[in-house]
């Protein structure tokens, strides 16, 4: 296959509103570097760390929830510190290998694949280190991106290319957390925004493990959550049991996050990875270490996370929940949408003509 020069795709020119994303026709196609894949994007999909990056969001010194407070106002906004601009968004993605780097199979040509979105860096020796798509470097939020070919899994499904987009960033960040808790069946769990994307793959993937979900959400979002294997979904609002939970899996944060713990059983587990009501929380050390408490942190993933997630997809298990699916080059309008929480799932971006 002949590689064209150059793709279609929306840069992000720097921190700031959703003027910051531009549509451009004259983007150069990457070449895969050793050890790399060059995937032909077929779709993708919007997520909070797409505009929690774009507004700069993870700085420090932003402190509100995920609504856009503190755009373009500073400078390292990015997971890791300072971005590179222009830079091509886009953690989620779903496509066929069109090329390989050196040392890479070349029977690999032509297999479809998801993308591992938070991975390893080439070379880098240390374990823990974590390069995203579409933050340490350019995303699916163009016609051909460039990954490492451990990270580009190969899928036998037939679901749509935005169907299968709908899950990497959100599910594996789920499977993740469930991970880390090390949620066993029986135990009840307690998961937070639920009607997100990360919090209905939590509620399906808790529910798989043959946990007691029950799920915080929406009255107007209820039957959809319940669809999805939570056995109970209570308001927003609503008050919560004490020690009532085994488990929590939160993604809001916020002012009400004390009161989670507070719904935690003696020795209880609470892993989080988001915060879309608000970074900064009170803690009461007395209830941390009184009742044992054990609080975990979530963004790094071992491989087998994705390669559980992937066996997942493949037999049938996970049911796809996509909402809208949207053109690339309507970005603007499927982050608008996605930040109006009305849907529950997933908001897809249509990449391939």
């Not at 199979?105 to 993308?115: A, T």
């Not at 163009?142 to 960033?169: G, H, I, Q, W």
């Not at 919560?240 to 009161?259: N, Q």
């Amino acid at each position: 296959m002949t590689l064209p020069d150059t793709m279609s795709g929306v840069v992000l020119l720097g921190h700031g509103g959703p003027e910051m994303l531009q549509g451009r026709d004259d983007l150069p196609v990457p070449r895969p570097a050793p050890g790399e894949v060059l995937v032909r994007v077929g779709a993708a999909a919007v997520n909070n760390t797409d505009i929690n990056t774009r507004v700069g969001w993870y700085a420090r010194a932003v402190r509100g929830a995920t609504d856009g407070a503190g755009a373009g106002t500073v400078e390292a906004g990015g997971w890791s510190g300072a971005l590179r601009f222009p830079r091509v968004q886009g953690a989620d993605g779903c496509g066929r290998i069109a090329a390989v780097g050196e040392g890479v199979d070349l029977d690999r040509i032509g297999e479809r694949v998801v993308l591992r979105p938070m991975h390893q860096p080439l070379g880098d020796p240390d374990p823990m280190a974590l390069h995203t798509l579409g933050s340490e470097r350019d995303g699916t939020f163009a016609e051909y991106v460039a990954a490492p070919a451990r990270d580009a899994y190969a899928v036998r499904s037939d679901m749509t290319d935005a169907e299968l987009a709908s899950f990497p960033c959100s599910y594996s960040t789920a499977e993740g957390m469930l991970a880390r808790a090390e949620l066993a069946q029986g135990e009840r769990v307690l998961v937070t925004g639920a009607s997100g994307g990360v919090g209905a793959a939590a509620v399906q993937l808790a529910a798989l493990r043959g946990a007691e979900v029950v799920a915080v959400s929406s009255p107007a979002k209820a039957d959809a959550v319940r669809a999805l294997g939570a056995t109970e979904v209570v308001g927003r609002d609503a008050a919560l049991p004490e020690g009532g939970f085994d488990c929590v899996i939160d993604l809001v944060g916020g002012a009400r996050w004390p009161l989670l713990l507070d719904a935690l059983r003696r020795g209880g587990r609470l892993a989080t990875a988001g915060a879309i009501a608000g970074p900064v929380v009170e803690l009461d050390l007395r209830t941390l270490y009184l009742r044992d408490l054990t609080l975990l942190g979530c963004t790094h993933q071992p491989p087998e996370v994705f390669a559980a997630l992937v066996a997942h997809i493949e037999s049938g298990r996970l049911a796809p929940v996509v909402a809208r699916t949207f053109p690339l080059r309507e970005i603007a309008a499927a982050q608008e949408a996605f930040a109006a929480k009305a849907h529950v799932g997933k908001i897809a971006l249509r990449v391939a003509d």
